[in-house]
């Protein structure tokens, strides 16, 4: 039986729609203060960004990133977390935390077995054996203190063959979310969002939508994403979830961050994304840019003083006289991938040039004119039309948006 009401630490105010597409702009209250949507959140997964400290997170703009539950729960450990009073204290980090459940991490280990009670695996400090259950993932998050709490999820790759695995996983989670709905201490202080599974089955994504929609949590997440499957596959799955969902509350895709991704996913009706995907890059000499992705370990750019990208109003990229640092691709192609400096600046960049890419995102949803800025998205991008992703075509053309007439 699902819970009439949970109680909600966060308040959902919708300021705008797009009048074509599904993209909507509001205003998200959580207990370290406001989030504009839509979002891009960075992954910190060890209470800290890397590349990043906790002073250069916040003059990116970010006001909510994302933590690891279990990296957390083993490394420094729930007694150490209690003691010092949570995630924010540790870090030094005044603005909102949302920790995510962790499977990403179990993946990378040997992962033993599922079974209702919970998710066997090997500790990666020790290599002894845990057990991953509902009721200990919240009881974590409860002790880490983050103002966004996910449920414990049964995860199975969207390219497996195994339907029947496929819908026992989706059938679990929502049993699972009843378990951490049961033991959330702290819901007047700690959101807890469900997350919709089904893999790419459609009818199984909407009967879980309906299962996760009728536990009325404040907040919803499309999980089970972002792992190899077509991107077609992936924005049907987008679009018939938020379709579904109420108005009215959060809608988060886990694990997305390529830009053409965000850009489509928020015209799909999508409010808030994540991914380390822009620091990782970092760490490999690459840029993130409005033209595209730049290896700047390029011979190419070994005499190239200009900034990163044109233009662009983060630190690293900034010039001196307007407070900034000035940082020339000649310097990035001297010290990326050899020294720590290349990768701390990168990610100052990358990690800005998202945040900046969802506020203009939310301008472009408030003043109505989304369409136009999706294809000017795209047209930077792509100088030849010809090479638009037919994905991207695909998905914007069923919400009312083509790319391939002015």
């Known amino acids: 039986m699902a819970p009439i009401h949970m109680p ?3 308040s959902f105010e919708l300021i705008a729609k797009c009048s074509v597409t599904k993209a909507r702009a509001a205003n998200l209250r959580l207990p370290h203060g406001e989030v ?3 979002i891009f959140m960075p992954v910190a997964t060890q209470a800290s960004l890397k590349g990043l400290t906790p002073e250069q997170l916040e003059d990116t703009g970010c006001r909510l990133c994302l933590n690891n539950t279990y990296h957390l729960g083993l490394k420094p450990g729930q007694t150490t977390l209690d003691a010092i009073g949570g995630a924010h204290k540790l870090q030094s ?3 909102n935390i949302l920790t995510e459940r962790s499977f990403q991490m179990v993946s990378l280990l040997k992962l033993s077995k599922v079974t209702e009670e919970g998710v066997r695996f090997l500790s990666p400090h020790d290599g002894s054996p845990m057990l991953l259950t509902p009721e200990h993932s919240i009881s974590l998050q409860n002790s880490i203190g983050s103002d966004i709490i996910m449920q414990l999820d049964d995860v199975i790759a969207t ?5 029947a695995r496929i819908e026992e996983a989706m059938k679990r989670s929502v049993r699972w979310l009843d378990r951490c709905i049961a033991a959330h201490k702290k ?10 599974q089904g893999g790419l089955d459609l009818e199984l994504r909407r009967q879980c939508c309906a299962e996760m929609v009728a536990r009325d949590t404040p907040g919803i997440a499309i999980g089970g994403l ?3 499957e077509a991107k ?9 979830c938020t379709g579904l969902l109420p108005e009215k509350k959060p809608r988060y895709v886990m694990g997305v961050g390529y830009p053409e991704d965000l850009v489509v996913s928020i015209a799909l009706g999508a409010d808030m ?12 000499g690459n840029a993130i840019t409005s033209s595209g992705t730049l290896n700047l370990r390029h011979s190419s750019y070994a005499s190239d003083f200009s900034p990163v990208e044109e233009g662009c109003p983060c630190v690293c990229c900034r010039p001196p006289e307007q407070g900034g640092l000035g940082i020339t691709r000649a310097y990035i192609y001297h010290v990326a991938a050899k020294e720590t400096a290349g990768a701390h600046l990168l990610s100052m960049h990358n990690v800005h040039y998202l945040l900046t890419l969802m506020k203009s995102a939310r301008t472009a949803i408030v003043e109505d004119r989304y369409p136009a800025f999706v294809k000017g998205f795209f047209a930077k991008l792509y100088p030849e039309r010809s090479k638009y992703p037919e994905w991207a075509v695909t998905a914007l053309k069923g919400v009312g948006v083509d790319l391939l007439v002015n």
């Open 8 to 10: 909600s630490a966060l």
């Open 36 to 38: 504009p949507l839509p």
């Open 93 to 95: 980090w005044p603005y």
């Open 159 to 163: 390219t497996s063959p195994d339907h």
């Open 187 to 196: 819901p007047e202080i700690q959101n807890l969002f469900c997350i919709i």
């Open 226 to 228: 972002s792992g190899g």
């Open 232 to 240: 077609d596959a992936y924005c049907k799955v987008v679009d018939t």
């Open 273 to 284: 994304f994540d991914c380390v995907w822009p620091t990782r890059t970092a760490r490999f």
